[in-house]
C-alpha cells in the first residue's frame, strides 16, 4: 500500500514527543509500540473517516494481524467482528471508548491500552469478547480510592472472563506506593520512573513500602530509577514488604520486565529492593544496577528472604547487600526457591 511510508513517519513524530500528556495532548509514546507490535500497522491516515478507517480495518484483520496506534481519542462507533484468528491492538494517547461489539469469532487476541490518565470506557450494551483474550490497560479514576470493583463496568462487557486481564497503569512512584490500595490487581509501568521525589517524602525516610502484595506487576522494560527509603528500625523493607502467591508452587504470583538503577534501601531486618520476603512469587527478567542494601541482619540485592519462590533471568551491576549476617547479591535467605538464571559483574 503507496501510503503506509508517509502514515509511519507521521506515528513517528507522535513517538517523538513528551510521554506524560494532559488530557488534550495529542502523543503517542514509543514504549506503547515496542514489545506490543502484534502485526501490521493500518495505513490509514488521521484525516481519513471514521468510517473508512473501520472499513478498511474491517478488511485487514480478515487476511491479517492489526496494530492501530494514536495520539487521539479512540471511539468505536461500529462493530468490528471477524473470523480469521488475528490478533487486534488498539493504542491511544486518550480514552477508548466502545460503542459497538469488537468480537474475535477464532481465537485471536484484543488489546486496548489507553493512554495515561485515561479509562477504557464502554457505553451501552457493547461487547468484546475472544477466545483467544482480552487485555485491558488504563489509568484508575483515583488511585488513592480505587478498587477492582471499579473496573466492574468493563468486566460487565467482556465475552469472556476466563481470558480477561485487566492492568493498572504505574505512571510515577506515588502511583507505585499507591498499590497499597488494591494490593491484589495486575499493574504495568506506562514509562520509565524517576523516583527522586522520595528522597524528600515521609519526614526523609523516602518510599512506603506496600505492605502485602498479592497481585502482578509487569514493567514491560522500563526503568526505576533514583529510588530511595530508609527505615532502620522496621523489618520486611522492601517495594513490598511481603508478597504472597498462592500457597501452591504451581500458581505464584509473578512481578517481571523491570529495571532498577541507583537506589538504596535501608531497614533492620528482612530488607531487599523488591521485598523484604517473598512467598511462592515468580521474578522474571530482572535487572539492578548501582543498588544499595543495608539491614542488620538479613539482606539481599532484590529479597530479604525467599521461601518457595523462583528468580529467572535475573542480572546485576555494582548491586551491594551489607548486613551483619545473612546476606547475598540476590536473596539474603532462601529457602526451597530457585535462582534458574543470573549473571552479575559484582560480588556483594
Known amino acids: 500500500m503507496s501510503e503506509q511510508p508517509e502514515f509511519q513517519d507521521k506515528l513517528t513524530g507522535y513517538m517523538q514527543q513528551v510521554p506524560r500528556a494532559a488530557a488534550s495532548s495529542k502523543v503517542i509514546l514509543k514504549s506503547l509500540i515496542s514489545g506490543l507490535l502484534l502485526g501490521l500497522i493500518v495505513n490509514q491516515l488521521a484525516s481519513r473517516s471514521s468510517s ?5 480495518m474491517q478488511l485487514d ?29 488498539i493504542i ?51 488511585y488513592k480510592s480505587h478498587r477492582y470493583d471499579s473496573d466492574i463496568d468493563a468486566m460487565d462487557h467482556i465475552v469472556y472472563l476466563h481470558r480477561f486481564k485487566h492492568y493498572w497503569w504505574v505512571c510515577s512512584v506515588f502511583d507505585l506506593m499507591n498499590i497499597r490500595t488494591a494490593p491484589g490487581d495486575c499493574y504495568a509501568l506506562y514509562d520509565d520512573i524517576d523516583a527522586s521525589p522520595t528522597s524528600y517524602t515521609y519526614n526523609g525516610h523516602g518510599f512506603l513500602p506496600v505492605p502485602k502484595f498479592t ?16 527505615w532502620p528500625n522496621d523489618d520486611l523493607v522492601g517495594i513490598f514488604n511481603r508478597t504472597v502467591g498462592c500457597n501452591q508452587v504451581r500458581s505464584p504470583i509473578h512481578i517481571r520486565n523491570l529495571k532498577f538503577k541507583d537506589c538504596y534501601i535501608r531497614g533492620k531486618r528482612y530488607v531487599g529492593l523488591l521485598a523484604g520476603t517473598s512467598q511462592f512469587t515468580t521474578f522474571t527478567n530482572l535487572h539492578l544496577a548501582n543498588v544499595t542494601v543495608v539491614a542488620d541482619e538479613i539482606a539481599g540485592g532484590v529479597l530479604g528472604t525467599a521461601f518457595y519462590s523462583t528468580l529467572v533471568n535475573v542480572s546485576t551491576t555494582n548491586v551491594t547487600a ?18 534458574q538464571t543470573s549473571t552479575n559483574t559484582c560480588v556483594s
Request: with cysteine; aromatic share 8%.
Open 92 to 142: 491511544s494517547g486518550g480514552h477508548i471508548i466502545i460503542k459497538h461489539d469488537v468480537h474475535i469469532r477464532a481465537g485471536g487476541h484484543v488489546t486496548l491500552m489507553a493512554g495515561n490518565e485515561h479509562q477504557v470506557i464502554f457505553e451501552s450494551y457493547s461487547l468484546v469478547g475472544s477466545s483467544g483474550g482480552v487485555t485491558i490497560y488504563e489509568f484508575p479514576r483515583s
Open 52 to 56: 473508512s478507517i473501520y472499513y478498511q
Open 215 to 230: 497481585g502482578e506487576l509487569d514493567g514491560r522494560h522500563h526503568t526505576i530509577s533514583n529510588l530511595y527509603m530508609s
Open 322 to 339: 551489607i548486613a551483619r549476617e545473612c546476606f547475598g547479591e540476590l536473596v539474603g535467605v532462601d529457602t526451597k526457591s530457585d535462582v
Open 61 to 89: 484483520l480478515h487476511t491479517k494481524s492489526v496494530t492501530f496506534a494514536t495520539g487521539k481519542d479512540v471511539i468505536i462507533d461500529q462493530n468490528l467482528i471477524w473470523t480469521e484468528p488475528h490478533d487486534l491492538c
